[in-house]
């Protein structure tokens, strides 16, 4: 079966500074992943995703996340963090062979940007 | 509209009535899901529609829910005798099936807030 975990539930950076969100996956061979990122009272909407191409993959807002076999790892990281970046964001996951292809996602990280 | 769309955006009930939520995905979706949304808990799986027919239906947490959909289009989530632990957010998400399934992106409505006294 397949999993996703977000190591910290809340990160906390200053506005400008680096953003770093954690996920880590288990899975049985490389599955797809994706970053969901959700404003308040809003619905979840795609950041990126990673399918078997790029290992590094850029998405909206500045965003990006790379893909890393070894480590079962795809952190996503903004060089920058603004004000607006302040959400919670959730790393998801389906199987890239077999197996069901509804996502399974992780508890969510919230993140925090003080001026 | 072009997105997901729920309906009641916030629903407070009372300990043992049933509650419907409904869905309405973007047009062409055949693929619909359901997922619920509690404080700190992620996105809990309920239940996958292709076209009509849910394939998979593994995270109903009890007989208490219910779901169909018709047409091919508008989805219904009913809670029967509601209890105080249903209290979450419904949150409902189309995509593209076919050779988009697994690869492509679910379009998430804003959800459904249910307060259950």
């Known amino acids: 079966a397949q999993s996703v975990t977000q190591l910290g539930s809340h990160v906390s950076v200053s506005e400008g500074a680096l953003v770093l969100l954690r996920c880590n996956y288990s899975s049985s061979v490389p599955p797809y992943l994706f970053w969901y990122v959700q404003y308040p009272n809003q619905g979840l909407q795609l950041l990126l995703k990673y399918t078997s191409a790029a290992t590094l993959v850029k998405g909206i807002n500045g965003f990006e996340a790379e893909f890393k076999k070894s480590e079962t790892s795809f952190h996503l990281t903004k060089p920058s963090a603004h004000m607006s970046d302040a959400a919670e964001y959730f790393c998801?996951?389906?199987?890239?062979?077999?197996?069901?292809?509804?996502?399974?996602f992780g508890r969510g990280t919230s993140l925090i940007v003080h001026p | 509209g072009a997105g997901v769309s729920q309906s009641p955006s916030n629903k407070v009930t009372e300990k043992g009535k049933d509650v419907e939520l409904r869905c309405d995905p973007i047009?062409?979706?055949?693929?619909l899901y359901w997922y619920r949304q509690s404080l700190g808990q992620g996105l809990e799986f309920l239940i996958y529609f292709q076209g009509n027919s849910a394939p998979d239906k593994s995270g109903l947490p009890s007989d208490r829910f219910s779901a169909e959909r018709t047409g091919g289009s508008v989805s219904t989530l009913t809670i029967q005798r509601t209890q105080q632990e249903d209290s979450a957010v419904y949150l409902c998400?189309?995509?593209?099936?076919?050779?988009?399934?697994?690869?492509?992106?679910?379009?998430f409505g804003e959800g459904s807030r249910l307060t259950v006294l």
């Open positions: 998801a996951v389906t199987p890239s062979s077999g197996g069901s292809y509804i996502p399974t």
């Open positions: 047009s062409g979706h055949t693929a």
């Open positions: 998400a189309s995509s593209l099936s076919g050779t988009y399934v697994g690869t492509g992106e679910l379009f």
